[in-house]
Nanobody, 123 residues
Framework: QVPLVESGGGLVQAGGSLRLSCSNS????????TGWFRQVPGKERDFVAA????????IHADSVKGRFTISRDNAKNTVYLQMNSLKQEDTAVYYC????????????????WGQGTQVTVSS
């Protein structure tokens, strides 16, 4: 098991910033690539960003490129998602997950998920 815990969500005005964190108390987390996904009620979970365990591979969805940045600190067992220039359409529950195999942008490639953190962007 790789229990993941997201934090850092909240309410922010459009144009503002938030930094999400995904942490794990176990040492095994550093061996996994990590992805961030987001979901709004009634819709599928969408890919946001992913980073390999080494940090050498980084992918961002087109919808967040230039605004969001994924990074990781393996010494702290933590993966971050820095979100700048937030828009109302970024409002969602954000989940982090540990990558198992396959495409980084597909949710089916991940096997351990956090409980999610709500991000709400107001006008």
């Amino acid at each position: 098991q790789v229990p993941l815990v997201e934090s850092g969500g909240g309410l922010v005005q459009a144009g503002g910033s938030l930094r999400l964190s995904c942490s794990n108390s176990g040492r095994s987390f550093v061996s996994y690539g990590t992805g961030w996904f987001r979901q709004v009620p009634g819709k599928e979970r969408d890919f946001v960003a992913a980073i390999s365990w080494s940090g050498r591979t980084i992918i961002h969805a087109d919808s967040v490129k230039g605004r969001f940045t994924i990074s990781r600190d393996n010494a702290k067992n933590t993966v971050y998602l820095q979100m700048n220039s937030l828009k109302q359409e970024d409002t969602a529950v954000y989940y982090c997950a540990a990558h198992e195999s396959g495409s980084y942008s597909e949710s089916s490639s991940y096997h351990y998920w956090g409980q999610g953190t709500q991000v709400t962007v107001s006008s």
